[in-house]
């Protein structure tokens, strides 16, 4: 009979859910660093991908519930890290000084309102429910399921299903197409850390090929690349609807808001051309060893 999908991914699933409990304990005490509040945010969209693919081997209604708060608690770190993005994305723009002076003025300007979101977003995130989550999440994951699912049947739906969200979202992420390329930002994200996960299950799997493992680290790296290039152009695309909607100086404004269309045309074309080019290595190269 072959070892149940769960008793082998088990351990990587245990694994994230620990990512996310030392992530978000580095966040207590009211003022972490900026990169601790990336690092736990990166741990829930890591977790939360796992666990979308897991599903077949979890209780759906217990882990559904584990998944709305994990879901509310991104929600609530979402405004900490996008200003730090923005103040990064507009350092990053070439502007005469008198220009760079008045929006360096406008970004400090926004700090007291800053500080108020962080601190409100961070009491959400340490009040206790992630962690009782994260605790009826582990021992979900030690009971599981009784019916014994096959794991390379397991892995390769699941790659299926994100590979497919890749092909179709791809043909509609044309260079002006903000949504749809911050839909496929997020599948490529999603591909990534599945690929990730499974890569590690079968480097740990004695049963599967070394072969197989690496073929999904070599995916892991595609979809890595693509989501940073795509990060990035959805860095600009926020920065623009930010100073859009502003009250910011108007003929400065404009200027920053040339400068960023500019960034992000040299930014855009490129990625775009290069995923027309490999997208069919990125959706349908073999990864079954």
Partial sequence: MPESALAVAGPALLAAIRGVRRARDKLEGGAPADEDIHDFRVSLRRLRTLLAASRPLLRRKPVG??????????????????????????????????SRARLDVWLASRGEAAGARRAEGLVEVVDGQLLQALDALTALVARGRRRVRDLEAFADGALLRARHDVAVLAPLATADAVEPLHRLRLAMKRLRYLAEWLAEVFAADGRSRPDRAAALRELTRLAASYQRELGVV??????????????????VRGAVMRALAARRRAVVRPALAKLRAELGVLVMAPVDG
């Fill in 234 to 251: 959805h860095d600009l695309d926020v920065a623009q609807a930010t100073l859009a909607a502003s009250t910011f100086d108007g003929r």
């Fill in 65 to 98: 519930r584990v998944v709305r708060v994990l879901a509310t608690a991104a929600r609530a770190t979402g405004p900490l890290r996008d200003e730090e993005v923005l103040a990064e994305t507009l350092a990053e723009l070439s502007l005469r000084p008198a």
